[in-house]
């Protein structure tokens, strides 16, 4: 059982193989306060954390300090009105215009397996792999109730949590902050880690010691944005990849967030992660109830590294769904870069041919191939085929595209609409946009109303024909702009604060329907790149494109930020042609080759036009490919040099579950004199295990890998930019 309840000492213990996670109920006034969270204890008798029934601040016993009490208890999910400074968790307005609010618990219940949460993503698993917790309490004024629910999977020492509030009484209440989780915790001299980013630049690791006041990380832009990922870990001043105290939480969101840590007097931590609360209304009538998403909590005393690993594992086996969760996904040419606008039916068979000699397995077709598309300016919401550039429809160019033995992808934007489009022309008011006001464009292009189904309807009817066309066996799902002048014309004045998460729940409806009618479909979330790199995509999508830069040297730092939270086989990663087309530098084409390993492997570029050189490259990448996949995909996870710290050399590397054979890749990004005999300390393998490394006669223990190090040298006079693999296998 991984959740006990001891009665008497009214305490819920939920443990995972390493570690528990601690909630008592205190004083007669049935308080929840939060007791620990941390390494696995055997101990239950815990209440005492608390403070005991002798406590001078008990509020039964001790009314004049009841505030103090208020402001210092580590409470479970705290509410706004009741004394303190902390930011609270809850905050409403009843229909007399209050914000007060005290919880007592109720009830609870335990049960195996785990509840799908209603219209939004969420982990999930077998009754084997999970048991959920629910823990309702009251505010007995106000008749609200809230349901806080745990679900703790062992094996991946994970808790996830998120709150369910119902209004039973006969007031309306609105709701203007609900976190789906809360900590609060002593604060151990923590650092906080965070992942930040701009267009062409996710992924860069943030990381500082937490002082007094209030530091958070956001997006209010309608999207996760490319500034911030829904992520926050708080770790040990020691903790490296290896060793310290890290707690790291993730929120499976695609919308506005805010995750936020408080260090206050007398040093208490309090942790929140949830919808940010600015324009965030919510009105619940008598009856109606409200979830919040879910946030994905691991702890580990083993090093930043142990929670990567936590959190992949999770999301691999709990998250990721569908055909392609596990499987080999196609190697793809997308035409973005080898053409932008300028194709048709012609220029991209010519493409196809070549690529499909050279062992590439799937073409996508990027922006441009409906409406009358030929630039960024006109046509999103016109789903139907440009026969101007592909005529005969989708379904010639498919057909001629499978006949070559190559598998057929296609972009979208469907939540978007340019003014200079049959659909905007015709709806004006599916834009989102308030009345009155100009609204602002971004790359020319207004957002949809998806939290209307009638615009969710109406999107959906042209996906679907056109997915029904022709043999599309993949979806680019793009999003290139941020939501802004927040008016619906479907919602009433005092809903118009509903107007953004109803929007992310729309797009959660467009994504599962496409899935539910087309379940064999590979699909690939994007948004300017990585700007919506979050777990509620990866819901839908088991990869995302991670950054519209493909430069080898940027990629190797947005992707180690990126595997830091997310795994490998996540990652959208491709091989583009040099000079890069947004950094003007140029890596070695192997390199490039290397650097896409450690995603999904693809590339982005005309293989018609490359330099011979490149193009023979090819056949040798995709065997690589192969080759090594299942490792990257599904192996463990290491950091092993980290480009972004040392500005000189990147490292990592992959075993597999039962540590008989890994790969490590090494890019040596500037070539200095030593760095031919640099030793690399290896990790994850099993100490005791012999390993030779493929193309070499000598064989090493894990031991000698692992605290000596690798010797991975490199040619003497190689240059820049020069990568090495290595593929490790026990005797
Ligand atoms: C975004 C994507 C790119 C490409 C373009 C097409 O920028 O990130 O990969 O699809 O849109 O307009």
Known sequence: MAIQYYERERVWKLDTKNTTYVIGEFDEEHFLGHIYYGKRLAAHDLGYVLGGQESG???SRNTKDRVNFMGT???????HGLGGNREEALRIVDGNGHGTMQLQYISHEIYPGKKAIPGLPATFGTTADVETLEITAEDVLLHLKVILKYSVFEATDVVTRYVTIENCSEQTVTLTQVMSACIDMPNEQFDMITVHGNWAREGQIDRARIMHGTHSVESMCGKTSHDYQPFLAICSHNADQNR????GLNMVYSGNFIARVTNSFPDQLRITMG?????????????????TPEVVMTYTDCGIGQMTRNLHDQYRNHLIQGKYAHAKRPILLNNWEATYFDFDTQKLLRIAKQAAELGIEMLVVDDGWFGRRNDDNSSLG????????LPGGLKTLVDQVNALGLKFGLWFEPEMVSPDSDLYRAHPDYAIAVPGRRAGMARNQYVLDLGRSEVVECVYGMLKQVLS???IEYVKWDMNRALCDLGSYGLPADRQGELLHRYVMGVYELQGRLLRDFPNLLLENCSSGGGRF??????YSPQIWTSDDTDGLERIQIQEGIAMIYPLSSMGAHVSDCPNHITGRTVPFETR?????????????????IPEADRNCIPSQVKMYHQYHELISEGDYYRLLSYSENHQVDAYMVVDKKREEALVSCIFVQNRPGDNSRRIKLQGLDPEKYYRIIGESREYSGEELMYIGLLADTPWAGGDYRGRLFHLQCR
């Open 57 to 59: 601040f008990l509020p």
């Open 73 to 79: 208890f580590a409470m479970e999910y705290p509410t």
């Open 244 to 247: 310290g105290e890290v707690y």
């Open 275 to 291: 919808i940010h609360p600015s324009d965030f209304r919510w009105i619940l009538q008598p009856g109606d109830r409200f979830d």
């Open 382 to 389: 016109d789903w139907f085929v440009n026969e101007e550039k």
């Open 469 to 471: 066309s022709a043999n």
């Open 534 to 539: 979050d777990p509620g995509m990866l819901y």
């Open 593 to 609: 080759g290397q650097v896409a390993l450690a995603g999904t492997f693809g590339y982005e570029l005309d293989v018609t036009r």
